[in-house]
């Protein structure tokens, strides 16, 4: 990685300023917990990781999002926080981190840590403080409002892990704010002393020489509880602005924040030029969409390509002129995207791999959550007791109660549970696929005989090998990484295309997004002959103006003027 900005050459592209090195990087996302053992107690650590950064550098990819691994009760598998700085011993020790960032770096990887500070741990020494009593320093760190005249909660406001979003301390005798479970309870964005330690915790973890953050939820911290809103509330861009001239200003980083709710019409507020803010978002609209409106993400409507399309389009239209996006499918809080927008049956390897190309063709930086490179699928559960997810569980419980019937949950939890995305990666054939010597956490999903990192790079056709290809291409090829893009057959509900655009050069790219041959007609200006990039199907060099796509076919050529 080069951490140096350097002016980009390309003319078109002067729009961009200057180039940052992730603008060619692909981030790979590790959830520590369920990516490599090295001490057989069943939980993936952080030597695990070390120990396989090779795969990693294989791949080519600039970057990890390392999902939490401080210290925590793990509540939310360490999405609630209880020192910032310690790691959790199930995970390792400082020492081990610190060596994972060195011999990352020696790779060309940087290590992005993720930042949850809407909320902590309840258990961290702040809230502990804080429940104690009403005078004391950290009380204020908190959100805490007095009961309703009735005694009962300041209002009716759910938590997103399910029940009443306000808990009760009777030692103060106030009820707390926690927009997830009662073991996150917020933090209070509106205390300067809480904002100054956090900023001062964030110094600490660049100066042992991190690459960025993925903010948790970051849309949250400008909330007005009062006024019951939560994301993106009044001082959200003002926390941002302060944050960015306290921490992050002037350091070779990447910052990524999460929004579940911003669109692209304000999408530039956070990561437009001159805004002083932040990179890039993880924006989920094109994720949201796959979910029924009313019933949520428990019962999920069939995948609609036509308004997916539009979703991403408009992301992509938004950074022509200013900004920047990131490009992802799946998380660890999403199912594998081969299950849910491809074929996980027959057709897995030529659906895994139309979906890379369409998405890492784009402009933004790509995401890759681990396993995805080698196509990994849902867990398939059969069970409520082999899920481990607190949602999951929590949801379990309230819509069983309500009336909704067995299988319908399980159904929807094997569609969309977060738990599909955190069963053990597949390393090997073997025993527990080679994750763990021991008992794993979560169950390894049963395909792992057939579907292994061992097996892929043996493959010269494989997942992987596709995967690498497209993140060579990023790195490579200009027009990829800041070529304009314009959306082709936009009302196809089969068929993805774009085109991208730099100087007089040109990439088409086609996904077909079905089981079917598809026959499309291209548009005027679009046929020609160029250089094929991927070959899906032993790759097409030529593009005629009426073309039949077979089943899950990519395309990608490369044509200059
Ligand atoms: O996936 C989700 C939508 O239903 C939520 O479960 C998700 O938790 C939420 O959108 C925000 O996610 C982030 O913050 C959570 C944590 O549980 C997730 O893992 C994290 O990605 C609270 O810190
Ligand atoms: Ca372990």
Redesign the pocket.
């Given at each position: 990685m080069t951490l140096l900005d350097r002016p980009i050459a390309a003319p078109h592209a002067a729009r961009e300023r200057t180039e940052r090195w992730w603008h060619r990087a692909t981030g790979y996302q590790i959830y520590p917990r369920s990516f490599a053992?090295?001490?057989g107690?069943g939980?993936?650590?952080i030597p695990?990781i070390t120990s396989r950064l090779g795969h990693l550098a294989d791949l080519g990819v600039g970057f990890v999002w390392l999902s939490p691994v401080y210290a925590s009760p793990m509540v939310d598998n360490g999405y609630d926080i209880s020192d910032y700085r310690a790691i959790a011993p199930?995970f390792g020790t400082m020492e081990d981190m610190d060596r994972l960032i060195a011999e990352a770096r020696e790779r060309g990887i940087g290590i992005v840590m993720d930042l949850v500070v809407n909320h902590s741990s309840s258990l961290h020494h702040w809230f502990r403080a804080a429940r104690a009593a009403r005078d004391a320093p950290e009380h204020d760190f908190y959100v805490w409002r007095d009961p309703a005249p009735d005694g009962g909660p300041p209002d009716d406001q759910q938590a997103a892990f399910g029940g009443p979003a306000w808990s009760w301390v009777e030692e103060v005798g106030q009820y707390y704010f926690h927009y997830f479970s009662p073991a996150q309870p917020d933090l209070n964005w509106q205390n300067p002393a809480l904002r100054a330690a956090i900023y001062d915790m964030m110094r600490w973890w660049l100066d042992r020489g991190i690459a960025g953050f993925r903010m948790d939820v970051i849309s949250l911290i400008g909330k007005d509880v009062d006024a019951r809103i939560y994301e993106e509330g009044p001082t959200l861009h003002d926390h941002l602005q302060e944050m960015h001239r306290e921490v992050l200003s002037g350091r070779d980083i990447v910052t990524i924040g999460e929004s579940w709710s911003v669109p692209p019409a304000t999408g530039l507020l956070y990561c437009g030029r001159d805004r002083n803010e932040l990179d890039m978002m993880f924006e989920f609209s094109h994720i949201r969409d796959g979910w029924d409106p009313e019933r949520g993400k428990f019962a999920p409507k069939p995948f609609d390509l036509v308004s997916f399309k539009r979703e991403l389009f408009a992301w992509q239209d938004l950074t022509r002129q200013d900004g920047w996006t990131s490009l992802f499918l799946t998380n660890h809080d999403l199912p594998r995207q081969v299950s849910f927008y491809g074929d996980d049956g027959p057709n897995r390897q030529q659906s895994a791999k139309m979906l890379a190309t369409v998405l890492h063709l784009l402009k933004g930086t790509p995401f890759i959550y681990q396993g995805e490179e080698i196509g990994m699928t849902n867990a398939a559960f059969e069970r409520i007791d082999q899920y481990r997810d607190l949602e999951t569980l929590n949801h379990f419980e309230a819509q069983i109660a309500s009336g909704v019937p067995l299988e319908a949950f399980i159904a929807g939890a094997n569609r969309n549970s977060r738990d599909n995305s955190r069963t053990p990666m597949q390393w090997t054939s073997g025993a527990n696929a080679g994750f763990t010597s021991g008992t794993p956490w979560i169950e390894v999903n049963p395909n792992a005989a057939s579907i292994n990192v061992e097996q892929d790079m043996q493959d010269p056709g494989s997942i992987f090998a596709h995967y690498r290809r497209l993140v060579r291409l990023r790195r490579e090829l200009d027009i990829v990484s800041f070529g304009k893009t314009e959306p082709l057959l936009e009302g196809s509900p089969s068929v993805m295309a774009y085109q991208r655009q730099l100087g007089d050069e040109r990439l088409v790219v086609l996904g077909n997004f079905t089981a079917q041959a598809q026959d499309v007609a291209l548009p005027d200006g679009v046929p020609g002959m160029g250089r094929a990039l991927v070959a899906s199907h032993g790759g097409r060099a030529r593009l005629d103006r009426d073309l039949r796509l077979e089943p899950f076919e990519s395309v990608a050529v490369l044509m200059a003027a």
């Open positions: 053992d090295s001490n107690d939980v993936g650590d695990g199930e």
